[in-house]
């Protein structure tokens, strides 16, 4: 599979890039307890306040950069474009660029009905589509989306929907919420939402650990809504000594080259091979990530891949983008240390992400 996709060891070619997921900010008005953004319930002060201007558009995503792209998916490891004033304008600026798809992904809990009718509008192609993250009823979705307001969610996805908007409902399953899987996909069918998906977390593992956390929510009961990875963890614990050997010795079946030569933009225009990866200067995962996050600022200086003051040539010529990253996860003889757990992670025998197959299902409604 690597050797299909990698025929050297560059990870990305930008006239073949597909694929651009966007991390447009770190604002959002909700609280979700295992969200990346929160610490003990607040928002975590090691993330700056930042968000993606139109000029940052237009200078990053255009046609001269990516002139094969065709999807821009919307969706924060950290924040929601929709508590964005330059959001909207950034949409409408995409949309010119004739791409085959947007996708973002949303709480939904913010904004008027006015608003969103208007990113019907702007969201008016075929393969468009909003995915609202709502996990559960009335009584229920708040206890994880904490500060949501289900009143707001309700007359917004109602104006988004009656104006033509294609809509996916995803819902997350906790203890508190897994009774209510039959009537949430009820609800969402009346509503006129062409999908409904119900997603398994993993964020009850401390993965690098192989524990189990403890959070203020609970995990589901009910065996077949809880997330792979504590199956994985079993087989991976009788195969390798401890975490360490693990992210050694894992192959890596990249997911984001399965993309298209997909890419991450982060909401300071800096350009990572993935979600995952987008993370580890500010949540590393581990002291081995961490590390490497260290290796690649000292080498090549902290905004070695920013788009705002760099060219996307130079970004994916940097030495990380052009050999290191993908030699770091085939030379098993060779191990250094530069392969990232991250990568082992979500990408390994372990597949981490509660966006895999593994851990969801979708339903046309
Ligand atoms: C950080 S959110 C940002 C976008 C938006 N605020 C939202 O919640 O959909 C990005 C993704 O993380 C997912 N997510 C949030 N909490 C999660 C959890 N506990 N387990 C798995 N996925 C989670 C959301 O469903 C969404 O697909």
Not at 17 to 26: A, G, K, P, R
Not at 262 to 286: N, S
Request: glycine residues 6%; hydrophobic residues 35%.
């Amino acid at each position: 599979m690597l050797k299909d996709l990698f025929k050297d060891y560059r990870y990305a070619d930008a006239k073949k890039v597909e694929y651009l997921q966007v991390d447009h900010t770190t604002f959002c008005n909700l609280l979700c307890p295992q969200c990346g953004r929160v610490y003990n319930g607040k928002f975590d002060s090691v993330l700056p306040r930042k968000e993606l201007s139109l000029d940052d558009y237009k200078k990053i995503i255009n046609r001269d950069n990516f002139p094969n792209l065709k999807r821009v998916f919307f969706c924060g490891n950290f924040g929601d474009a929709i508590a964005s004033d330059t959001f909207l304008p950034a949409l409408k600026y995409l949309k010119t660029l004739g791409l085959e798809r947007i996708d973002l992904v949303t709480s939904g809990s913010m904004r008027d009905a006015d608003w969103w009718r208007e990113v019907a509008k702007v969201l008016n192609g075929k393969k468009d589509l909003v995915v609202f993250s709502i996990d559960g009823l009335e009584d229920t979705n708040h206890i994880y989306r904490v500060n949501s307001n289900w009143k707001t969610i309700m007359r917004n996805v109602t104006a988004f929907i009656e104006t033509g908007g294609r809509a996916r409902w995803d819902m997350l399953v906790f203890k508190h919420n897994e009774h209510q899987v039959e009537d949430v996909r009820k609800l969402a069918k009346e509503m006129g939402f062409i999908r409904f998906s119900v997603k398994r977390t993993n964020r009850f593992v401390e993965i690098k650990d192989f524990e189990e956390l403890k959070e203020k929510v609970e995990k589901p009961k009910e065996e077949k809504n809880k997330g792979s990875v504590v199956k994985e963890l079993e087989k991976v614990k009788e195969t390798y000594k401890d975490w360490n050997e693990y992210v050694d010795k894992t192959s890596i079946n990249c997911k984001f080259k399965a993309h298209g030569d997909g890419l991450f933009l982060d909401f300071e225009g800096k350009l990572w091979p993935c979600t995952w990866l987008a993370g580890i200067g500010y949540k590393p995962l581990d002291k081995r990530t961490e590390q490497m996050h260290k290796n690649l600022v000292t080498e090549y200086g902290e905004y070695f891949n920013c788009l705002k003051s760099k060219s996307l040539k130079e970004v994916l010529n940097n030495k990380w983008f052009k050999k290191e990253l993908v030699k770091s996860w085939r030379d098993f003889d060779h191990i250094d240390k530069k392969k990232s757990s991250v990568c082992a992670m979500n990408c390994g025998e372990i597949s981490y992400t509660s966006s895999s197959e593994k851990n969801r299902s979708f339903e046309e409604l």
